[in-house]
């Protein structure tokens, strides 16, 4: 990635971060003047219920959605950069440590004392943290191997794999479902990540048996961050308290980071130090931040279901970066594929809110 390239692409993850820190900010402030003024007395809600949110709150949350994919379309991109030029293990693990820090701090700005916290130390935690590892140093070595758009569609299966993984924990909500609409969706997602697969490797020079190694490692890192998903939501602390999910995630990357340093170490050369390694270690973990911090909040203000189906558009956005990085051509198999993505996600995103409507009234069959 040239100088220039770079410089676009800081600009644009600069220029969402600011407007992402002000948006949210904005509205945690407004609406907690406006509900100590109704409200004297009482502990600010930092979880807004439906009743509460107005058309901007809603207009706000799809912004948000939209910077999201964005973020993490150009958080591929610089990963794939990073991960080329200074291994993989060394450049996600420093990204943790980066985002993991911001996440923490932005979250505690924003709660504060009255903010109820969620327990940390529990087998919960355990399931997240080796998901989140294992997630992590598949996802480094699969970005090694692809491009940034082909681990981008592949990164989408996820939802298929949430969806799969709670189905199995409570079997016997099936014929609450209409399991052959959670089938079909399943089914355009994964077309729409082959054809968007297909279109990324015929513009590839070399196209030999290691994509195939590349794509079964970016299948269990999703399948690896699926775990993580669903243990989190899992969580008793699961009632719409984005910020304090963002402080969690914080300690979990920061955690996760201290296995995957100490496994770099052992197998990969030490990066050499300069101003520009560490500027586009600090950039990545900005965004990879940025990322999470513009979905969660997205997620409070409109719901999962919208939330998901806008951050589908990660794809296309990766794509789209990765013509301007490599000047490589953007192919109609792509986008066929992106639009067959968010399609399929924002359909399987209802049946995985429907499922975990139910596996919420079953909490004796959602236990670790």
């Known amino acids: ?30 609406d907690k003047r406006k509900f100590k003024e109704d409200n004297p007395n009482a502990t600010y809600p930092y979880h807004k219920s439906k009743s509460v949110l ?10 948000l959605a939209f910077f999201a994919a964005i973020l993490f379309g150009i958080h591929h991109v610089l990963a794939k950069d990073l991960i080329s030029q200074f291994g993989s293990l060394y450049t996600i693990s420093i990204r943790n440590v980066a985002a993991g820090i911001i996440l923490i701090l932005f979250s505690s700005i924003l709660i504060r004392q009255n903010a109820e916290h969620m327990p940390f130390f529990s087998k919960k935690t355990a399931a997240i943290i080796v998901g989140s ?48 609409n959670a089938l079909t969706a399943s089914i355009i997602v994964a077309f729409g990540a082959i054809l968007a697969l ?16 590349g794509i079964f490692l970016m299948i269990l890192a999703g399948v690896m961050w699926a775990i993580q998903n669903v243990f989190m939501e ?36 030490p990066p050499e130090l300069s101003s520009t390694f560490a500027f586009k270690m600090l950039l990545l973990g900005l965004v990879y ?3 999470f911090i513009t979905t ?22 990766t794509a789209l970066l990765t013509t301007l990085a490599t000047n490589t051509g953007l192919t109609f198999l792509v986008i066929m594929g992106s639009i067959l993505i968010v399609l399929g996600n924002t359909l399987l995103s209802e049946q995985n809110s429907i499922l975990r409507e139910i596996t919420k009234r079953r909490k004796d069959n959602f236990r670790l």
Request: glycine fraction near 6%; charged fraction near 10%.
């Open 1 to 30: 990635m040239d100088n220039f390239t770079l410089a676009i692409i800081t600009s644009i993850a600069t220029i969402i971060s600011a407007l992402t820190s002000i948006v949210v900010v904005a509205l945690q402030i407004n």
């Open 234 to 269: 899992k969580g008793d602390y699961v009632k719409g308290l984005n910020f304090v999910k963002i402080s969690y995630l914080g300690k979990i990357l920061l955690i996760a980071s201290a296995f995957i340093f100490t496994l770099a170490v052992i197998v990969e050369k």
């Open 296 to 317: 969660y909040e997205s997620i409070n203000l409109i719901g999962a279901l919208p939330t998901t189906a806008l951050t589908s558009l990660e794809v296309f956005f």
């Open 54 to 63: 107005t058309f901007r709150h809603k207009i706000f949350g799809y912004i």
């Open 289 to 291: 931040a940025g990322a």
């Open 133 to 180: 590892t294992g997630a992590n140093i598949t996802y480094g070595l699969a970005l090694f191997i692809l491009s940034a758009t082909a681990a981008s569609a592949l990164y989408k299966l996820n939802t298929i794999y949430v969806f799969a993984i709670v189905f199995l924990i409570n079997p016997v909500v099936y014929k609450s479902i209409k399991w052959y």
């Open 198 to 213: 297909q279109g990324d490797l015929s513009i590839l020079p070399n196209t030999d048996n290691s994509s195939t190694t």
